[in-house]
């Protein structure tokens, strides 16, 4: 069978496959410390699933309006305009099966062969693949550790061209847990509005912050820059919601009415449970929100400063997400019972076949230097892996 040769341009996600594999390694009965889960260890909240709950028992198992329904829509135009302040019609809001496939519905409404999108360095892994499926190219932005991984305005420019048709920002980020600030995000938006280009800003991770730190959202900077910004988020990250599949994407009416338009030809609508349970998840879940967030900062502070004592790792403190992206650039060359840890990726085989720790390699965000560790996942099982992991390492010549 000749598949379609779009299939042969992406591999599969690995964070779910590294997950995986890790779920099938305990299953059969091996003590494997996971971090490589990109998701909430905690329940969903009890008020969301009564919601859930009385849906289904009020019989609410039917097809609904493919973009979602009206109520989550309100809820959703209440949110943006309670807490960023902006103002959207229901015709502006796309309710999908999570972030990732409101992100897909952009990729298709939006992307035709070569056409060009600008995504900063380290990323999302799906970001890349997504546009190499709707057949334009990926523009890489190298960012720095040493500078916070900030965009630097200069060098966004020097990458846009007469094909560029988007910029990808994600604040806070997915893998690196750094945030941009207000006076980043307005070089971003001048170029942006100057060169007549739309900013995708991914932002399901805005709830997640530390040491009081506050979300900036590129759509708040004015009119000019709002008109042409996609927000997307949804309820997986902020509400412990990740198989309830639920994202959502504000913007532009036209671009948002051609993602409905593709939605229903494809998924048609979200899950209507789901639909009501992230209704109440929005009107209700804040208080759990704060404490999830409360307990991640604990977390946060204990890998970091534990990865941090490990001889050949070096890990910066995330500003927000729950992710820990160490560079273990002093790693590479060591040698263990497979040969040379040349790349992240070897050293993730190394971790996982020998020591049954499951991290995620860098070359997936675009690092050759870094791994990621998620510490959504108990402190217990925090500790117990950066006891497994210095000791794993220490074992590498």
Request: charged share 20%; net charge neutral.
């Amino acid at each position: 069978m000749k598949l379609a040769a779009r299939v042969g341009r992406i591999a599969p996600s690995p964070t779910l496959a590294m997950a995986a594999t890790a779920k099938a390694m305990a299953a059969q009965g091996i003590d494997v410390i996971d971090f490589s889960t990109g998701e909430p260890d905690f329940d969903t909240p009890e008020p969301v699933k009564a919601a859930a709950e009385a849906a289904i028992r009020a019989g609410f198992t039917k097809y609904t309006p493919s973009s979602g329904i009206d109520e989550l829509r309100s809820a959703i135009i209440d949110k943006l305009r309670t807490e960023l302040g902006l103002q959207y019609e229901k015709s502006q809001i796309l309710v999908s099966c999570g972030a990732k496939h409101s992100l897909y519905n952009l990729a298709e409404a939006l992307l035709e062969e070569g056409d060009e999108i600008i995504i900063p360095t380290p990323y999302w892994v799906s970001y890349s693949d997504q546009t190499l499926l709707n057949d334009a190219k990926a523009v890489l932005l190298p960012t720095r550790e040493a500078d916070g991984y900030a965009i630097r305005p200069d060098e966004l420019q020097r990458l846009i061209t007469r094909r560029t048709k988007a910029i990808i920002i994600n604040s806070p980020c997915n893998p690196t847990g750094i945030t941009y600030d207000r006076r980043m995000l307005e070089g971003v938006a001048a170029l942006a509005e100057r060169h007549d280009l739309l900013i995708i800003s991914d932002e399901i991770y805005e709830k997640v912050l530390y040491d009081g730190a506050s979300h900036v959202s590129i759509a708040t900077l004015g009119p000019e820059i709002a008109a042409r910004t996609v927000i997307i988020n949804g309820v997986s990250k902020a509400y412990a919601m990740t198989g309830w599949r639920i994202g959502y994407a504000a913007g532009p009416k036209e671009l948002i009415g051609a993602m409905a338009n593709i939605q229903s030809q494809s998924t048609s609508n979200p899950c209507s449970i789901s639909q009501k349970a992230a209704v109440a998840a929005l009107r209700l879940g804040e208080p759990y929100t704060i404490k999830m967030v409360q307990e991640f900062a604990l977390r946060r502070q204990a890998i970091v400063k534990g990865l941090n004592q490990i001889s050949g790792v070096s890990c910066r403190m995330p500003a927000g997400a729950f992710y820990a992206f160490p560079n273990i650039g002093r790693m590479l060359g060591k040698t263990g019972p497979d040969g040379v840890i040349a790349h992240p990726q070897d050293l993730a085989n190394y971790l996982l076949k020998h020591a049954h720790i499951a991290v995620v390699p860098g070359e997936p965000f675009g690092s050759q230097e870094h791994v990621r560790l998620s510490y959504a996942t108990a402190m217990d099982t925090i500790s117990r892996g950066l006891e497994r992991l210095n000791g794993a390492l220490r074992q590498l010549t």
